[in-house]
């Protein structure tokens, strides 16, 4: 009797530790998929690039610099491509802290979400600039995304955009 009381709590016990894992894990899931489902755009265009930034990077190496190499090629995807998750995990986890402040959150939130995407976007601006002899894009939108990575002012992208519209 004292070894089926025994065996009984020793279940509960495996049980409960197996509920509350799997419990665990279904909640982060949940989780995980709404965010996925409302940000998809944010992430595919940041996937986009960086594809695009590769497929522009190789060509320019190929044909222009001739120093291409699959070694060299494979790892600067990795990178490029390991950066940006990461860079989009701490900021968006960085960003969800602010969450009771919607001005620091909607800042940040865009803020940190340029710096991800500029990233390879910069990066395939200046591939095109050299398939293209430096005719596009044109050198004053590289060096206006050039000046907002190096300090971040959100007024010099809204003036920058003003003096195209004008």
């Excluded at 005719?135 to 010099?156: A, H, T, V, W």
Aim: with cysteine.
């Amino acid at each position: 009797m004292k070894e089926y009381l025994v065996y009984n709590l020793l279940q509960i016990k495996m049980s409960a530790k197996v509920s509350l894992c799997t419990g665990a894990c279904g909640m982060l899931m949940v989780n995980l998929m709404d965010w996925w489902n409302t940000n998809f755009n944010y992430v595919f265009v940041a996937l986009l690039l960086v594809a695009l930034d590769h497929l522009l990077g190789s060509v320019v190496h190929l044909r222009w610099l001739r120093d291409f190499s699959w070694k060299k090629n494979g790892a600067g995807l990795l990178i490029k491509l390991s950066m940006v998750v990461i860079g989009g995990v701490v900021f968006e986890a960085l960003t969800h802290i602010t969450k009771e402040q919607d001005f620091v959150y909607s800042y940040l939130k865009m803020t940190t979400r340029l710096i991800v995407c500029i990233y390879p976007g910069m990066s395939a601006m200046k591939n095109m600039s050299i398939i293209t002899n430096g005719i596009f894009p044109p050198g004053s939108l590289i060096n206006l995304f050039s000046s907002f990575q190096k300090d971040l002012d959100m007024e010099k992208l809204k003036k920058g955009n003003n003096k195209k519209e004008e």
